[in-house]
């Protein structure tokens, strides 16, 4: 890729205004709290909003509470790119936020040096991404709303930029990953009746302990999934018995459970081996039990045309560069049912996120700035022509 033409991002801006945002919630040990909706999300939604409007920029927020910024008095259609400013409780300081940041970055270094294409950037920080509150329903509120707005006809499409959140690149030393697709996440709630009974005078075989069942399925959670694929991934992140005390044998039990696969028909195989377990072991235990699901976020394949840009930009700044699936949720998945959308990941240091221990290198930080500023360049361009806009590049 020629990049004699592409702008520079500031990388000092970058790095203070990533720092500022960090401060905005944040805790005496460093993990923010930017919970979607509460004061702190408010305060960093209008710095963001207040920071592009100093930049010369229009910036406003929609119904919902996302905040756009785009240059004045344009028309589009417009690239979209960022990410998302809340948190989940003690989060990192770059999860979302680099994305958001990233791409005010972008849209700022092309506005000052009168690149042409910065008439066709428009940069989002989305609300509620985490979904930590009961009343999101799982999350990805902003970019969900936005699918079903008319602005979503006024878009060409959408790129994020992310820390990959796991080890992986790390491990591999890579500095940039295009991203594929993004896995589906589905989650159940598995309740259990059984009977309560005195522990200390009721034999093992005479039991009916629901709290068994429940342990029994979380325990076997691995294995069922990665016979099923052994890429997929599963969780049993909370178990609760009832009465809940040592001496009474469970009469009720709930475990929540998360799969994520790169397919949907994995996820498929491993639902229908969950139900075909239970269902087992709730008979060999002399209890009923039941599984439900309670939301299901389907796997994403992004746009062949804009994962290969990508990935040509990544392999012009650095030889250290693999496509990667990834396997934690984006507002990217949603987006992409509507728009072309592509995403590129920087590594996350010791694979820590949603902690205080988040944290990239400023190289690679800045590094997966200017990609993303490259990026934006080559398929703001070959999304306009695909269209038929009109748009003069720089010589």
């Known amino acids: 890729m020629d990049t004699a033409h592409i702008p520079g991002i500031n990388a000092q801006r970058l790095l203070t205004d990533l720092t500022h945002l960090s401060q905005i919630g944040a805790g005496p040990d460093g993990a923010v709290h930017r919970i979607a909706g509460n004061k702190a999300d408010w305060a960093g939604r209008d710095w963001i909003d207040k920071t592009m409007r100093v930049a010369g920029l229009h910036s406003y ?77 799982g999350g990805l509120v902003g970019s969900t709303a936005l699918t079903r707005d008319p602005h979503a006809d006024e878009l060409v499409g959408y790129l994020e930029l992310h820390v990959e959140q796991g080890p992986r690149m790390e491990a591999s030393g890579l500095e940039l990953s295009p991203v594929t697709g993004i896995v589906g996440v589905r989650r159940y709630t598995l309740a259990v009746r059984g009977q309560e009974n005195h522990a200390g005078t009721t034999p093992f075989h005479l039991r009916a302990d629901a709290g068994r069942v429940a342990s029994r399925m979380a325990a076997a959670l691995r294995d069922i999934c990665t016979e099923a694929d052994p890429f997929s991934i599963g969780n049993a992140g909370v178990i609760e018995f009832g009465p809940g005390a040592a001496n009474v044998v469970p009469g009720t039990a709930r475990t929540e459970i998360e799969i994520r696969a790169g397919q949907e028909s994995t996820l498929d195989l491993i639902e229908a081996e969950l139900r075909d377990r239970l269902a087992q072991v709730a008979v060999e235990e002399s209890c009923t039990a039941a599984l439900d699901r309670t939301s299901a976020k389907p796997a994403a394949q992004f746009d062949k045309r804009l994962v290969d840009t990508v990935d040509d930009v990544c392999r012009s700044r650095t030889e250290a560069c693999e496509p990667l699936l990834s396997y934690a949720g984006h507002d990217a998945s949603v987006i992409s049912t509507r728009l072309p959308t592509a995403m590129l990941f920087v590594p996350s240091t010791g694979g820590f996120s949603h902690s205080n221990r988040e944290h990239t290198p400023d190289k690679q930080l800045v590094l997966g700035t200017q990609a993303l500023l490259d990026a934006v360049v080559r398929t703001s361009a070959l999304l306009l022509n695909t269209r038929g806009d009109d748009v003069i590049l720089a010589a």
């Open 61 to 137: 927020y929609d119904d919902t509470g996302n905040v756009f910024a785009r240059r004045k008095a344009t028309e589009g259609p417009w690239l979209l790119i960022g990410s998302h400013a809340d948190t989940v409780p003690g989060g990192g300081h770059l999860d979302g936020a680099y994305g958001v940041i990233a791409a005010m970055e972008v849209l700022r270094t092309l506005h000052e040096s009168g690149h042409p294409m910065a008439d066709h950037v428009e940069t989002v920080a989305w609300f509620d991404e985490e979904g930590v509150t009961p009343e999101s329903n």
